[in-house]
């Protein structure tokens, strides 16, 4: 194994325990050669692949690369003679070698074709000794931890995940790049302007004031108990796994997470909504032959289609999230269900309860940007808008003003604020089959457009929401 060079001058090297970690200082010489050679292009290659100093293992080569990165930054030309003087303006020429070692290396290099090859070869090796450091120091927390597990899984699983994200990712986005993105949906729009940039919702007014739900937003569905929070989260995922033919678009990976309700209930509300079977008619222990067929017709369309069930309770939002990254690290997610955000269990019991769910609530919303889909979290709504008759408001969001502060989208389902007599005529004139019950979506917050009231009809015995007709509507 090649002698490991002195690494005295750096203050915190990183723990690689007893031996000595990967390198390559050959592909460092000559990835740091061209940089010199070339005038720009390999240093430029290397910025785009967020190469830092600390990707080279020989501290002479971390010191020559930052006085290079100092000259561009600067807009001077690199060569041996402005390395040499800024490494000497900087007190680390000897350190780096001297002047000597400088024009050693360009004279070890006759050509830069291969810098492509030796940067990939130099960030492996980079990434390879972040994996051992972070290996050895997460052995040395485990031995010491004091705090709870799961925050210690927590730390291990974002250290790991943290260090595949480095790997992986591009340099931040250029304002040109986000403005060629921006155009391309423009014309998109432009092109077919009915058409849903988001994840369609299922219902057409919604999806017009939202343009579908979009990658990394916090999306909150509230409202009092029996309103049918539940049904109308079902409703979307429904949407989402079955998209319109000619859509364009295929099911999309959905991950529900039930701290409530047991999956089998679940999967029984998505089958019977599906092939439109009256619960109560199946419950009570006489289903016909009819509902029977439309079951299992519905049973075949959901098997094969991208829906993870979990129904633990009780658990908190790093558990949440840490499964999140297991299931989208194996394939992509593209929508996130929590049903429901006060059942989260907060990290700290010392901390009040409004605090715990503003915590549980930021890391929603931290959630959907991290993995860019839409998450929608139900919510409960406290009883102030029914004691006082009215229409709830987002004050009304139990335990916490900050859920409203974080969500992009806030969605209240109320019973329409009519007379009696006028919801019973509503219903007697629009419900299909009995059990059905009129509904406002109340949109109190869009931040990417307008906000409105949606009228809808609950049929509470298939637990799914209808669009009223717009003859109905109107009239």
């Known amino acids: 194994m090649a002698e490991r060079p002195q690494r005295s001058r750096r203050a915190a090297e990183p723990n690689y325990g007893d031996r000595v970690p990967p390198h390559n200082l050959d592909a460092e010489r000559g990835l740091i050669a061209s940089i010199i050679i070339d005038g720009g292009d390999t240093l430029q290659r290397c910025l785009e692949q967020k190469v830092t100093p600390d990707y080279f293992f020989d501290p002479k080569h971390q010191d020559i690369y930052a006085a290079a990165l100092q000259l561009s930054q600067e807009s001077v030309g690199i060569d041996e003679i402005t390395l040499t003087e800024r490494l000497r303006r900087e007190g680390s020429l000897d350190a780096a070698g001297g002047a000597a070692y400088v024009n050693e290396l360009t004279g070890q290099v006759a050509s830069t074709a291969h810098a492509p090859h030796w940067l990939s070869i130099v960030r492996e090796k980079h990434f390879i000794r972040k994996l051992i450091s972070t290996a050895v120091t997460t052995v040395e927390k485990a031995h010491a931890h004091t705090e709870g597990i799961a925050r210690l899984m927590e730390e291990v699983e974002r250290a790991f995940f ?10 931040a986005m250029p304002v040109d790049k986000s403005i060629e993105e921006a155009m391309e949906l423009v014309e998109k729009i432009m092109r077919d302007r009915n058409s849903v940039q988001g994840l369609p ?17 916090m999306i909150v569905v509230a409202a009092r108990p029996g309103m049918g929070k539940t049904s109308i989260a079902l409703n979307f995922i429904e949407a989402a796994l079955f998209p319109k033919p000619n859509s364009g678009r295929g099911p999309a990976h959905v991950m529900l997470f039930s701290l ?24 009570s222990g006489h289903p016909d032959e009819r509902m029977q067929l439309d079951l299992v017709a519905a049973a075949n369309e959901y098997r094969g289609r991208p829906l993870v069930i979990d129904d633990n309770g009780g658990q908190t939002i790093l558990e949440i999230r840490a499964k999140c990254r297991r299931v989208h690290a194996r394939k992509p997610l593209d929508l996130i269900v929590i049903d429901y955000i006060q059942l989260i269990n907060g990290m700290d019991s010392s901390v009040s309860r409004e605090q715990q769910i503003a915590e549980v609530s930021r890391s929603i919303k931290a959630m959907a940007k991290e993995f860019r889909v839409p998450i929608i979290a139900l919510a409960q709504l406290n009883r102030k808008s029914e004691d006082e008759a009215r229409q709830p408001k987002m004050s009304d969001l139990r335990e916490s003003g900050s859920i409203e502060q974080d969500a992009d989208i806030v969605m209240l389902i109320s019973k329409p604020q009519v007379s009696a007599k006028q919801a019973q005529e509503q ?7 009995p059990g059905c019950f009129a509904r406002e979506l109340i949109v109190a917050k869009n931040r990417n457009g307008p906000t409105s009231d949606i009228p809808l009809l609950f049929n509470a015995s298939l637990t799914r929401f209808e669009a009223l007709a717009r003859e109905s509507r109107n009239a």
Do not use: W, Y
């Open 162 to 171: 943290s260090i595949s994200e480095d790997r992986i990712s591009e340099s």
């Open 427 to 433: 219903e007697q004139e629009h419900a299909s089959q």
């Open 201 to 217: 919702t299922g219902f057409t007014d919604l999806d017009a004031l939202t343009f579908g739900f979009q990658g990394g937003q």
């Open 260 to 283: 409530e309700m047991p999956a089998r209930e679940l999967a029984l509300r998505l089958l019977c909504s599906r092939a439109r079977v009256n619960q109560q008619k199946l419950r």
